[in-house]
C-alpha cells in the first residue's frame, strides 16, 4: 500500500513559479503529477521512471515544468515555472505500477488527495 501526500500549492501570479512535493509512503516505482482543471478531466503533467533518468510531459508545459524524484526522501517533486491563469488546477501526485514511466493514467494505482495551485492574471 503506498499513500501520497501533496503539498505546495497556492496562490500564484501569472508568470510566478510554484514547487509541489509529493511525500511517499511505501515501495513506488514510476510517478507521475496529473492535473484537473474546472470542467475538465484529469491531464498528465509529467512523468518519471523510478530511477529518475527518463522524464516525460505534457507538451503544454515542456520546458517550463521539471518533474523530480529522490528516492532517499521518497519524495516526488514538480517545479513549475511561467505559470498561466489556465493551469489552475488541482494537482494530483501518483504512483505507477511500472518501474519505466506511463502516460496513461490507467497504468496508476495509487493517488494523493490533490494540491490546489490557482494562477491570477
Known amino acids: 500500500q503506498v499513500q501520497l501526500v501533496e503539498s505546495g500549492g497556492g496562490l500564484v501570479q501569472a508568470g510566478g513559479s510554484l514547487r509541489l512535493s509529493c511525500a511517499a509512503s511505501g515501495r513506488t516505482l514510476s510517478m507521475g503529477w496529473f492535473r484537473r482543471a474546472p470542467g475538465k478531466e484529469r491531464e498528465l503533467v509529467g512523468a518519471?521512471?523510478?530511477?529518475?533518468?527518463?522524464?516525460d510531459y505534457a507538451d503544454s508545459v515542456k520546458g517550463r515544468f521539471t518533474i523530480s524524484r529522490d528516492n532517499v526522501k521518497n519524495t516526488l517533486y514538480l517545479q513549475m515555472n511561467s505559470l498561466k491563469p489556465e493551469e489552475t488546477a488541482v494537482y494530483y501526485c501518483?504512483?505507477?505500477?511500472?518501474?519505466?514511466?506511463?502516460?496513461?493514467?490507467?497504468?496508476?494505482?495509487?493517488w494523493g488527495q490533490g494540491t490546489q495551485v490557482t494562477v491570477s492574471s
Open positions: 501518483a504512483a505507477g505500477r511500472t518501474v519505466e514511466l506511463t502516460t496513461n493514467k490507467d497504468m496508476y494505482d495509487y
Open positions: 518519471i521512471t523510478w530511477s529518475g533518468g527518463t522524464t
